[in-house]
C-alpha cells in the first residue's frame, strides 16, 4: 500500500469519526459564523476571535467555502485558512496571535493595585524611560573584496 492509499484510508477514518462541516455561512444578526456540523449539531463563533477574520468586512464574510474533507473553511475575500477541528477546541489563530489576544485583554483590566501602582509611579516621575543601547566604541569594519 502506498503513502496516497495511506493517507486516503486514514481521512475516511477520520470523517467517520469526527464531525465536520456540511454547511457554513455568516449569520449578521447574531454576528458569528454558523457552521452546520455532520452530526446533525451547529457551531458558532464570532469572527472578530478568529486569526485573519478580526477585522473582516460583512461583505468578507459572504462567502465561506469548504474543503473536501470537511474540516477546513476557507474565506476567499480574505484568503483565510481556518481548521474546524482546531476551532471547536477553542483554538482561533496560532499559539503567537492567541497570546497577544490574551495579553491585550490582560493589559485593559483594572484593578486596584494597578491604579495604586500607576499613583506610585506618578510621583515619582511617571513610567522609566527604557534605556538605549550604547554602540560599540569601535567602528565596524568591512572586508575588501578582490
Excluded: C
Excluded at 473536501?68 to 483554538?91: E, I, N, R, T
Amino acid at each position: 500500500m502506498d503513502q496516497f492509499e495511506q493517507a486516503t484510508q486514514r481521512a475516511e477514518r477520520r470523517r467517520v469519526t469526527e464531525l465536520s462541516a456540511m454547511s457554513a455561512r455568516y449569520d449578521p444578526e447574531r454576528d458569528r459564523v454558523v457552521i452546520e456540523l455532520s452530526g446533525g449539531g451547529e457551531f458558532a463563533f464570532f469572527p472578530h476571535n478568529a486569526q485573519g477574520l478580526e477585522k473582516a468586512k460583512l461583505s468578507d464574510l459572504d462567502i465561506i467555502e469548504i474543503s473536501p474533507s470537511g474540516f477546513g473553511l476557507y474565506f476567499p475575500k480574505l484568503d483565510v485558512d481556518l481548521w474546524l477541528p482546531a476551532l471547536m477546541q477553542g483554538v482561533f489563530g496560532s499559539r503567537k496571535w492567541m497570546a497577544a489576544q490574551l495579553g491585550a485583554r490582560g493589559g485593559k483590566v483594572k484593578s486596584k493595585a494597578k491604579a495604586k501602582a500607576a499613583r506610585e509611579n506618578g510621583k515619582l516621575g511617571g513610567r522609566p524611560r527604557t534605556r538605549r543601547r550604547r554602540r560599540s566604541a569601535r567602528p565596524h569594519r568591512h572586508r575588501k573584496r578582490a
